[in-house]
């Protein structure tokens, strides 16, 4: 099968295009599209198969998780718990480049994360994206669309180059051009106890606690 490439306007996503490509989503199938932090692998997080072909294409572990994209904090609430703390984050930072790790519900499907109880969130700052999720209606899979081990990938020539014969896996790619940011999102644990820093990404972790302590006071201050 020869994948099609479509070219897309991040601004001004033709929508003939993103039904297209959220028809073959909600069919089982990956497809690649951009986010704000490179291109990633996007499937239908709660088809267990399409779950699978995503490993499969990156040839990653089962024993390491695979984030979803949605497109609204409120949105995640279907799939995670989520905290007043973390809709305090989301309103500072989301959409934008933070992937918050929450306690998950019984609807996410164990094989994509790992058997963890928890889930890792994105709300992108891509319209693509965003789109795609709202469309289907779906949590989508965002993990990056490279092969594990190497570097993540921010132009199609880049992915098409790691990826080789496995591209025909692919059913279409989203060509949203050559993306100048080469920053991965930071990612902050919140499933559990005190906030964690899983990884630092471009939102700095130090404005995260930040915010978070700001968060705690203003609750202190307000009359129960």
């Known amino acids: 099968m020869k994948t099609k490439i479509e070219k897309i306007d991040a601004a001004n996503p033709d929508n003939k295009v993103l039904e297209h490509a959220a028809n073959l989503i909600m069919k089982g199938e990956v497809i690649v599209c951009p986010t704000d932090t ?10 267990t198969r399409a779950v699978a072909k995503v490993f499969h294409l990156k040839g990653r572990s089962y024993s390491n998780p695979i984030h979803i994209a949605v497109q609204s904090i409120d949105e995640a609430e279907k799939y995670a718990h989520v905290s007043e703390a973390v809709r305090h984050l989301a309103t500072h930072y989301l959409p934008g480049a933070l992937t918050l790790v ?18 890792g969130v994105r709300v992108p700052d891509n ?51 050559p993306l100048k940011i080469r920053e991965v999102s930071t990612i902050v644990d919140l499933s559990s106890g005190p906030p964690q820093l899983v990884r630092q990404g471009r939102i700095s972790w130090l404005d995260v606690r930040e915010a978070l302590k700001m968060f705690e006071k203003s609750k202190q201050k307000s009359p129960e």
């Open 102 to 119: 929450l306690p998950k519900k019984d609807v996410v499907p164990a094989v994509l994360v790992a058997g963890l109880d928890s889930v």
């Open 127 to 177: 319209r693509v994206i965003l789109r795609l999720a709202e469309i289907t209606g779906r949590p989508l899979t965002s993990t990056s669309a490279n092969v594990s081990g190497r570097p993540g990938t921010y132009s199609i020539e880049e992915v098409t180059a790691q990826l080789g014969e496995n591209l025909q896996l692919v059913a279409m790619v989203l060509d949203q051009g």
């Open 38 to 47: 490179g291109y990633a692998f996007a499937a239908n997080a709660l088809n």
